[in-house]
């Protein structure tokens, strides 16, 4: 069998394992990815993974829920009709099995599933044509920064990101989920009146309309929306509410960059960090910060993400370093895996801030980093042609 890629999409722990179990008999057939919930916004995460492995297969234990699973089955076959679906659950009603067929599902395996029943399946996954590969999905693109520790830049950064991409006409925004620092608004100087808090009371009717009207717009046109102000207030924006939150924001806009603060663990960053095609790991050169880094790529790796998704970022980066910091070999030696980015110090930044304008906003002022945050730009979300297109390679 030949390269046969799987993501397996199941509530239980005990299915996701015998699914494990099952793979690793078959020679070049692997598991590319796995999620603990069938829920309506599994296509997202499935495209973000078509786009890496065009020729993978989804095998979805719909046992938990089949209602619901069936419907996340039928999202996730108009947002990829060419997909290989596999069905899984214990009885073989012929109901369900009908509905199964109806929302796309290519095959039907009962569980408790047989191992040749399960390689047959894997060989007809292999067999089954393909149009091509998936090919760029028309969903927009989720980019979490998240900080190892306070004050490594992680607002910085994700502000300026949001920034440049809406100069560059990507229509963009900007998510501050740092309930504590609710900073990419200072950021910017703005003070928004509506936040997050009302985007969970409209939840249920929010139309690009309505979003737009009530969130801030930046003069560069992007949009921000973050925690409020009040510290008192975090109370109920729920990781439900982030994910359908997530799934609106994907389907009307091309970017969305979210500012995770430091807290990797907390549960609306996860679930952001989940649905994202990039988590950028934002750290300094200085030890703590790089210990931090190493376990949260360990955390990270262990809650389902692969190195390629995880991209560290050294933010005010210095070749010359002190004793006191980790130079770029030292880095990658202790986290084992390379640096995607390094970001210069630059007195621009803070001048910046005191103005409340992201400095890419004033290109002449922030020089040189400027030109190299631009390319960090290109290098993470790729590049609309232009006329800066043929920027030199820093
Ligand atoms: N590349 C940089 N060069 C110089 N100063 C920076 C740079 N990046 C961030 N800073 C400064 O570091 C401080 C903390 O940045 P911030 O983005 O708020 O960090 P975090 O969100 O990680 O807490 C800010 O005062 C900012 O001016
Ligand atoms: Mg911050």
């Known amino acids: 069998m030949a390269n046969t890629a799987l993501m397996v999409a199941s509530s239980d722990e005990h299915f996701r394992e015998m699914v494990r179990d099952s ?3 078959l020679p070049d057939a692997k598991i590319v990815a796995e999620y603990t919930e069938v829920a309506a916004n599994l296509y997202i995460r499935v495209l973000q993974d078509l786009e890496r492995h065009p020729h993978a297969g989804l095998i979805v ?3 938990g829920d089949p209602e619901g699973c069936i419907k996340a089955v039928e999202k996730v076959k108009q947002a990829a009709p060419d997909l290989f679906i596999i069905v899984s659950n214990f009885h ?11 929302a796309g599902a290519n095959e039907f395996l009962l569980q408790p599933i047989k191992r040749t029943e399960f390689r047959d399946a894997m060989g007809r996954l292999e067999r089954a044509p393909r149009h091509g590969t998936a090919g760029e999905s028309k969903l927009g693109k989720i980019y979490t920064f998240i900080g190892t520790k306070g004050g490594v830049g992680t607002t910085t950064l994700a502000t300026n990101f949001a920034a440049v991409l809406a100069q560059r006409k990507v229509a963009t925004v900007a998510l501050d989920l740092d309930w504590i620092g609710n900073d990419i608004a200072m950021q910017l100087g703005a003070a928004p009146q509506y936040t997050l808090l ?3 009371d409209n939840l249920e009717r929010l139309d690009q309309a309505l979003f737009e009207g009530f969130v801030t717009r930046d003069p560069l046109g992007f949009f921000l929306v973050g925690p ?3 510290l008192e207030q975090h109370g109920h924006f729920s990781e439900h509410m982030l994910r359908e939150f997530a799934t609106f924001l994907v389907e009307k806009y091309e970017a969305i960059v979210v500012d995770g603060g430091r807290a990797v663990n907390n549960e609306l960053v996860l679930a952001a960090a989940q649905v994202s095609a990039s988590v950028f790991l934002v750290i300094d050169q200085e030890f703590p910060s790089v210990r931090n880094a190493q376990r949260y790529i360990a955390y990270l790796m262990r809650m389902g993400f692969n190195q390629e998704q995880i991209k560290v970022v050294v933010n005010r980066y210095t070749k010359k370093v002190n004793s006191h910091q980790a130079s770029l070999e030292q880095i990658q030696q202790t986290l084992n895996q390379s640096v995607f980015y390094g970001v210069p110090s630059s007195p621009a930044v803070l001048a ?5 304008r992201p400095f890419v906003a004033n290109r002449e002022e922030a020089g040189e980093l400027d030109r190299i945050f ?4 290109d290098k993470a979300a790729g590049r609309k042609k232009g006329p800066e297109a043929v920027a030199k390679s820093a």
């Open 228 to 230: 409020p102000d009040a």
């Open 61 to 63: 234990d719909i046992s």
């Open 374 to 377: 631009r390319l960090f730009v």
């Open 23 to 25: 793979i690793v008999n």
């Open 352 to 356: 910046s801030i005191n103005k409340g």
């Open 92 to 102: 073989a009603d012929g109901e369900t099995v009908i509905q199964c067929m109806r």
């Open 198 to 200: 009302e985007v969970a």
